[in-house]
């Protein structure tokens, strides 16, 4: 098994900064994609960034511009830092990571979440 956890949520205001990290450790042989997802009050959970192993991204269109993901692979770690907050990224924050452990085997993990509040 492969275990997430997830760091660095809070409360800030609107316009300011954040980053958000996240751990994996496990029996780990290869992680291949790795991302961001958020789930707002009465809402679904919607993806955030994924970035892949070769560090090719992917953003939702409402945090272009002003969310980055980034990894890495030696210490498995995921980080999205995030500029420029807006209310509307009020949300629990959830790490997942997709992969290989213990030589062979596939894992789809995820994190607890941690919670992000933007205050306007």
């Known amino acids: 098994q492969v275990q997430l956890v997830e760091s660095g949520g809070g409360l800030v205001q609107a316009g300011g900064s954040l980053r958000l990290s996240c751990a994996a450790s496990?029996?780990?042989?290869?992680?291949?994609?790795m991302g961001w997802y958020r789930q707002a009050p009465g809402k679904q959970r919607e993806l955030v960034a994924v970035?892949?192993?070769?560090?090719?991204?992917n953003y939702a269109d409402s945090v272009k511009g002003r969310f980055t993901i980034s990894r890495d692979n030696a210490q498995n770690m995921l980080y999205l830092q995030m500029n420029s907050l807006k209310p509307e990224d009020t949300a629990v924050y959830y790490c997942?990571?997709?992969?290989?452990?213990?030589?062979?085997?596939?894992?789809?993990?995820w994190g607890q979440g941690t919670q992000v509040t933007v205050s306007s």
């Open positions: 997942n990571a997709e992969g290989i452990y213990f030589g062979t085997l596939p894992f789809d993990s």
């Open positions: 496990g029996r780990i042989f290869r992680i291949n994609a």
């Open positions: 970035i892949t192993r070769g560090d090719n991204t």
